[in-house]
């Protein structure tokens, strides 16, 4: 007799993204716009201090909840940006990633049997770790055309005694959409007003276009989570640094706890260079941020050319063209047959099927490239008349 293994429904495969990317790594001749990893090279000072950090040997552990210094400048950067106030030790965890911050809020919010609101499409990790924990994804279905924002009659009708967490991903991965003022402040409200936990994922928040902001409640309710990382805005996806904040402390110190046994600490010379990204990188995310946007402009303006449906670009790095090549994936057709590699949109929830996700971060002739394989699949294969 074999051991058994843990009795949960977690599938046993990795996310469609990792397998989608690592066949794309496999094969270098397919045009690779599957993966949200920035092209761009962290800043200069970010590289500087982690190198020192390692030449001086500071390799040891850390502090499970991050490096004081770490998380002073973090809690000043919030309080700046919020307009509310935190403080370093009692309301803000350092994390390995955001990955990690997600996963040590879930663990420490939710038991067997939980229920967590998951407005679809959605990031796949966030469906898998509810499941890992024994838990349910309720899928919350929402529309094209209302901005993937969902709508409150249907979240209503979703509640059941089990529900305990509901998640905001915004801007969002892989819509790119980002909430509005009054849509965080209902949403909110309505966590409030049934002791459920709103996660609100801002990975993205600091790539956003047209003076755009996103609009956040972390810091204003203790009901409210915020999951930030500099992966995406300073180009750090390897670096694996990210944090949690929140005004509630009790939460923080089950998060602090989940880190602590799961990861011990984040890496001692990479939570160096994080603070480097904050004190001495402050044009960075300036200077990324415009070529960003003249990707996703460019990309956007020739997906619609092509036929597609496509929002113009609000944040993240992420376009979620809706295509008319009826409900199977589109993804498998276009690997082999155009040797362009992109994200089926049904992998992100059911309201995904007939879109595929488009990531604009990686090098500028990759994604001129993999659109013009895609321009020459869709007159090779034009759509059905609808």
């Avoid at 599938?11 to 990893?37: V, Y």
């Avoid at 204003?220 to 694996?240: C, E, P, Q, W, Y």
């Avoid at 994936?329 to 996700?357: K, M, N, Q, W």
């Amino acid at each position: 007799m074999r051991p058994e293994l843990a009795a949960n429904p977690m599938q046993s495969r990795l996310s469609p993204i990792r397998e989608t990317f690592k066949f794309a790594k496999d094969h270098p001749d397919i045009a690779n716009l599957c993966i949200g990893d920035p092209s761009f090279p962290p800043p200069p000072a970010v590289v500087a201090a982690t190198r020192r950090a390692l030449a001086e040997g500071q390799t040891h552990y850390e502090n499970d909840a991050g490096r004081p210094s770490l998380r002073q400048l973090l809690a000043a950067h919030e309080c700046g940006l919020r307009s509310a106030s935190f403080d370093p030790y009692e309301n803000l965890v350092v994390t390995n990633g955001g990955t990690n911050g997600i996963y040590s809020v879930s663990r420490a919010v939710l038991d067997p049997g939980d229920e967590v609101l998951l407005p679809e499409p959605i990031w796949i990790p966030f469906i898998e770790i509810t499941r890992l924990l024994n838990c349910t994804p309720v899928f919350v279905p929402t529309r094209f055309e209302a901005r993937f924002v969902p709508d409150r009659d249907v979240l209503e009708s979703l509640v059941t005694p089990r529900t305990k967490l509901l998640i905001v991903v915004s801007p969002g991965n892989p819509t790119g959409a980002i909430y509005r003022e009054e849509d965080i402040a209902w949403l909110v409200e309505f966590c409030e007003k049934r002791d459920i936990w709103m996660l609100h994922d801002e990975a993205y928040r600091d790539i956003v276009f047209g003076g755009r902001s996103q609009a956040s409640r972390v810091g204003h309710s203790d009901n409210v989570i915020g999951v930030r990382t500099l992966s995406k805005s300073h180009a750090m996806t390897g670096f694996r640094v990210g944090w949690v904040v929140s005004s509630n402390q009790e939460l923080i110190e089950r998060v602090r706890l989940n880190v602590a046994y799961n990861v011990m600490c984040a890496a001692t010379p990479v939570q160096i260079g994080a603070e480097a990204a904050l004190s001495d990188a402050p044009n960075y995310m300036a200077e990324t941020l415009d070529r960003y946007h003249s990707r996703m402009e460019y990309a956007a303006k020739r997906l619609g050319g092509m036929g597609f449906e496509v929002h113009p670009p609000e944040g993240s790095f992420y376009l979620f063209p809706r295509h008319h090549y009826g409900d199977g994936d589109l993804a498998p057709r276009l690997i082999s047959e155009a040797a362009l590699a992109v994200v089926d949109g049904r992998h992100f929830g059911p309201s995904g099927v007939r879109h595929f996700r488009v990531s604009c971060a990686g090098a500028d002739g990759v994604l001129e490239e993999g659109l013009d394989r895609l321009e020459r699949w869709v007159t090779d294969h034009p759509a059905p008349q609808m």
